[in-house]
């Protein structure tokens, strides 16, 4: 009875394989960067919340035949009355393997949308973190809807009359997207 368990198990395995295009080998931080060069000001006399801004940005680079190296790069600065009070500055990446008969917009959406969508809460944990041991209260980035984002980009493209020249990404281009 183990034996057909464990044949059903795999089974499943192979199914889910064949099922998604694409399998995320690994994440990772490529780099990270906490600055705190005011935390003095919370324990002053200033009562005003912080202004947080959040740039996030989406790149993709070929790494080699079928496999992709996503990163999403974030940017926090939380600031008091034009003063800093801390910036974060991290680059988060995955390792990717598309399978091969992927190609075009469905490559493009499976690195620029579904891979980022994946990502994101690891990324979110991470900055979280990195902002309760700065000494203020975890920051929890709002979700991003990464679909919307590359439906705009890709409207803008066609507003623009403009080309997406050199945007296959199978090319080893670079694609980027901004969250303002």
């Known amino acids: 009875m183990a034996d057909n368990n464990t044949n059903s198990s795999n089974n499943n395995n192979n199914n889910n394989k064949q099922k ?3 399998y995320i080998h690994d994440q990772y931080i490529k780099d990270l960067s906490f600055e705190n060069p005011n935390v003095l000001l919370k324990y002053s006399d ?28 974030v940017v926090v600065n939380s600031k008091i009355d034009d003063k800093p009070m801390f910036v974060v500055d991290m680059t988060y990446g995955a390792l990717v393997t598309v ?20 990502m994101f809460p690891f990324l979110r944990y991470i900055i979280s973190d990195v902002t309760r041991n700065g ?30 020249s050199k945007t296959n990404v199978q ?5 980027t997207q901004s969250i303002n």
Do not use: C, R, W
């Not at 996030?56 to 790069?73: C, D, F, G, M, R």
């Not at 203020?136 to 590359?150: H, Q, R, V, W």
């Open 135 to 164: 000494g203020y209260p975890p920051l929890l980035i709002e979700p991003i809807d990464f679909a919307s984002l590359y439906m705009q980009k890709k409207q803008q493209q066609k507003n623009n009359n403009t080309q997406p």
């Open 99 to 118: 399978d091969k008969q992927v190609n075009g917009e469905n490559l493009e959406t499976i690195l620029l949308v579904h891979v980022p969508f994946l």
């Open 171 to 175: 090319n080893n281009d670079q694609k």
């Open 20 to 22: 998604y295009p694409f």
């Open 46 to 73: 200033v009562k005003k919340q912080p202004e947080v801004s959040v740039n996030v940005e989406t790149h993709v680079a070929n790494i080699q035949e079928n496999t992709y190296e996503t990163t999403l790069k």
